[in-house]
């Protein structure tokens, strides 16, 4: 029986849309005074904000780590490949109508040596883990929108993000355009709605997740409207 089915409730009609993300998807607040305070509340976390906006008929579900690359392995943290743990993460909270991606700030710190190519091809392992149809219980994977992290600022405050990241921010955006349009994927590019801290130049600030949470829920809106 397919797992949609043995929902109950208002949860059979409800979309389900997973978010696959990094610090920026977690809430991590750039401006944080306490370290019991890292992490913005979900009504201000862009996930909870989009929730909001598209109202009781879409629940969000927030998967983001921080540290989380597209599929890179970080030599001094385990778990931080995407890849690795993406069909598990699917496969506990399906049946899904949407998975978005916000995936590629940390593969352009210093510490990987990545060019925007190789970033790309991390995202489109991704993309084709999600289209294999033998990863869903129901063999229907979800759709997919493909969002563009914001720009990187090298303004000193991290020691793993200099120059280089800099640059490669400015062209990964159109990068992933090109990859979500070779796969039929649906496309945000973070950069052209929001901007992250002035004075860390990485993460978004609180208005910053305002932005991207509004930007975000107009373009789920438009997807799940796509299917009427």
Same mark, same amino acid.
């Given at each position: 029986m397919s797992p949609r089915r043995l929902l109950r409730g208002t949860e059979y009609f409800m979309k389900q849309i997973l978010l696959y993300g990094d610090s920026i998807t977690w809430g991590f607040d750039p401006d944080f005074k306490e370290k019991d305070h890292l992490r913005f509340e979900r009504d201000s976390r862009w996930g909870g904000i989009a929730e909001k906006l598209l109202g009781e008929d879409c629940r969000i579900v927030e998967e983001g780590l921080s540290g989380r690359t597209t599929s890179?392995? @970080?030599?001094?943290a385990c778990g931080k490949n995407g890849l690795s743990l993406l069909i598990p993460i699917l496969q506990s909270h399906q049946p899904l109508d949407l998975v978005v991606f916000l995936l590629g700030t940390n593969d352009m710190k210093n510490t990987y040596h990545a060019s925007v190519p190789d970033i790309r091809?991390?995202?489109?392992?991704?993309?084709?883990?999600?289209?294999?149809?033998?990863?869903? @219980?129901?063999?229907?994977?979800?759709k997919i929108l493909l969002i563009a992290p914001p720009h990187i600022h090298d303004r000193g405050v991290h020691d793993f993000i200099d120059g280089n990241s800099e640059a490669k921010s400015l062209e990964l955006g159109e990068h992933y355009r090109l990859l979500a349009k070779d796969y039929g994927c649906n496309f945000l590019d973070a950069s052209r709605v929001t901007e992250p801290s002035a004075w860390e130049g990485v993460h978004l600030d609180r208005e910053g997740q305002r932005l991207l949470g509004k930007a975000a829920a107009a373009k789920i809106r438009e997807i799940l409207e796509q299917e009427r």
């Open positions: 890179l392995e @970080d030599p001094a091809r991390g995202m489109e392992l991704l993309i084709k883990t999600v289209l294999t149809p033998f990863v869903w @219980d129901t063999g229907k994977p979800p």
